[in-house]
């Protein structure tokens, strides 16, 4: 397989030429599970690992290989291994704060040209999640598409499609039917030889049916999705760069039980930019939205052309994007505090040996 075909492009052909004289070889990641690594280039595939001086001089998890990354690695001879020296520069990535409570970036997909936010027709339906998926879609530098999936299980799909393109502007709104494989050719768009998409949404929507569908074969495992809330088991356990018969790429994710947001509020302008645009109007450049006079975001809702909820959504994402602000400044300010404490500490050791 040509690089081209994995995706290859003038952007990495650049960014490798340092790498290149020092005698390292591009590989793309392919499948990526706790820390070990599976990669290819025009070769064939390797198994990685990164090296220890990698690790020394990571400055945390997000700077660690995902897939869909090109790496510069060495070959070890006569084996189809490699060490993985270095991470080129990612025109994409898909990210969300890690869940829990440590504040670092979780990287879930790498170079991806179009994200697929896949929502269910049924009970899995809710226009506040597809918000935030879109926001995060956006703040990854990839295209986002819509797909409602489940078409076939719908009464009203119309209608919901159309209250999705009220909120998703500027962004394609597909319905399907990954079972009945109906409406499924809208794909076929987006998916070319060396393109890559990902599809992101919770369990149970039908990222592995539709996946499949696209395969031609049952490779990714379906579970039943519980009729009680439409919910479906993680399916997905790694994350793995798939090769379709199209000559696309597709990276199949773990369903997400948790969203949180991250970046610098980009991809939240893009998702709103109706409310951006009425902010421009408010009477002050700082107006929260909310209580402040001359606020043109509230008047739009109240005379009914905003949408009360989806003020609501914009403001509760602000609000998560203001508190992750907040968190990186006081890890800042522990991180400082802490190196000054040290200073302190040997300056006071070197003044009492000079004494």
């Known amino acids: 397989m040509q690089l081209t075909e994995l995706g290859w492009s003038s952007f990495f052909e650049s960014a490798f030429n340092a790498y290149r004289s020092q005698g390292y070889s591009a590989m793309r990641i392919v499948r990526e599970n706790k820390g070990k690594y599976l990669a290819c280039n025009d070769s064939g595939d390797f198994t990685c690992e990164v090296t220890g001086k990698f690790i020394f001089q990571s400055a945390g998890k997000e700077s660690f290989p995902t897939v869909g990354d090109w790496v510069a690695a060495s070959v070890v001879s006569n084996e189809q291994k490699a060490m993985i020296q270095a991470i080129l520069p990612r025109k994409s990535a898909f990210s969300r704060k890690a869940a829990g409570q440590s504040l670092h970036e979780q990287v879930i997909a790498a170079n ?3 994200v697929f936010i896949v929502s269910g027709l049924d009970q899995n339906f809710n226009l506040r999640r597809i918000e935030r998926y879109l926001s995060l879609a956006w703040e990854s530098r990839a295209l986002p598409v819509v797909l409602l999936n489940k078409s076939d299980l719908c009464q009203d799909a119309e209608v919901k499609k159309a209250e999705v393109e009220s909120i998703a502007l500027g962004v394609d709104v597909c319905m399907i039917s990954a079972r009945q494989q109906s409406g499924m ?37 379906v579970n039943e999705v519980s009729e009680l809330g439409s919910r479906g088991r993680h399916t997905t356990t790694f994350r793995e760069l798939i090769f379709l018969p199209c000559g696309g790429m597709v990276i199949d994710t773990p369903g997400m039980r948790e969203i949180q947001v991250w970046g610098d509020e980009t991809g939240l302008k893009q998702a709103f930019d109706e409310i951006e645009a009425l902010s421009r109007n408010c009477r002050f450049n700082d107006c929260a939205h909310e209580k402040e006079p001359g606020c ?3 008047e739009a809702k109240i005379n009914g052309s905003l949408d009360s909820k989806r003020l609501e959504s914009y403001l509760k994402l602000k609000r998560d994007f203001a508190y992750l602000s907040d968190c990186h400044t006081m890890k800042a300010s522990a991180v400082e505090r802490a190196r000054w404490k040290i200073i302190s500490k040997a300056a006071k050791k070197i003044k009492k040996d000079m004494l």
């Open 296 to 298: 043109a975001v509230q």
């Open 112 to 114: 991806i040209d179009t």
């Open 185 to 221: 050719d809208v794909l076929h768009d987006h998916i070319k030889t060396g393109k890559t998409v990902a599809f992101i949404g919770s369990s149970g929507v039908g990222k592995s049916t539709i996946i499949n569908t696209l395969l031609g074969s049952n490779r990714l495992e």
